[in-house]
């Protein structure tokens, strides 16, 4: 077994995989994790080709379930789990006319009750130890709500809630809970097709570059306990906020 571990719950093409290949490069096992396997393998040969420990899952994080048997492996195959970071998005836009109830509660599931799930089954294995990190990733939606955005925004404010009190608690018992504000373009295939005239801002340094911010997550997990940052945002120069 290794040391530790990093659980990075959305280990997607974009922020996930630059978070888990930032602490595999740090001598972590990357335990890369999204709901289906088979797109994790170019993930999971980018880190092992560069020297580090990679182990995917496939798992549907809305399961109760399948979170909880997921860290029971890690812990029992694996490694301890030191660092979790959930990074599940679930970007919707619909009218709140046309916004369905099932919409609602699968946004939710997504990028809420999945996070309280990771981060109650991390938090069970950290707290005996007394040390660990927990990252929730928010977004703009987190702080403010905007046209269209409803289920979306009440998700992410509801993640931002549970950071909130799960820093409160775990705080005092050695664990450090923060939570990020990604306020921006990210540099993803998505945004460039879909975004062309945005994505052309990256020659100005105007959207997000995924290895910066999991230089800033791995700054967060090393920070010293008297001097802990609860909540970080994160933004290119030229975003309007």
């Not at 899952?57 to 860290?71: H, S």
């Not at 007394?130 to 269209?148: L, P």
């Not at 404010?157 to 990020?180: F, I, W, Y």
């Not at 990604?182 to 097709?193: F, K, M, P, R, V």
């Amino acid at each position: 077994m290794a040391d530790k571990a990093i659980v990075v719950i959305g280990a997607g093409d974009a922020l996930g995989g630059a978070i888990a290949r930032r602490f595999a490069r740090e001598g972590f096992a990357a335990v890369i994790v999204r709901r289906h396997l088979e797109q994790l393998e170019p993930l999971a040969a980018a880190i092992r080709a560069a020297g580090g420990e990679a182990h995917p899952f496939g798992v549907d994080a809305r399961q109760e379930d399948q979170i909880v048997a997921l860290f029971e492996k890690v812990e029992a195959q694996i490694a301890p789990v030191d660092v979790c970071v959930f990074n599940i998005g679930a970007n919707v836009r619909f009218p709140i006319a046309e916004t369905t109830s099932r919409v609602f509660l699968k946004v939710w599931e997504m990028a809420c009750f999945s996070g309280f799930l990771a981060g109650r089954e991390a938090a069970k294995r950290m707290t005996p130890r007394a040390q660990g990190t927990i990252i929730f990733t928010g977004a703009t939606a987190s702080v403010r709500g905007r046209d269209g955005f409803a289920a979306f925004a009440s998700a992410k404010h509801g993640l931002r809630a549970l950071a909130q009190s799960m820093a409160r608690e775990l705080g005092p018992q050695g664990v450090h809970v923060a939570h990020t504000i990604i306020d921006g373009a990210i540099d993803t295939a998505w945004i460039a097709e879909n975004f062309p005239d945005r994505y052309a801002q990256k020659a100005n340094d105007g959207i997000l570059n995924p290895e910066h911010i999991a230089d800033a997550y791995w700054a967060l997990h090393v920070q010293p306990r008297d001097a802990w940052t609860h909540e970080i945002d994160l933004r290119p120069w030229m975003e309007v906020w």
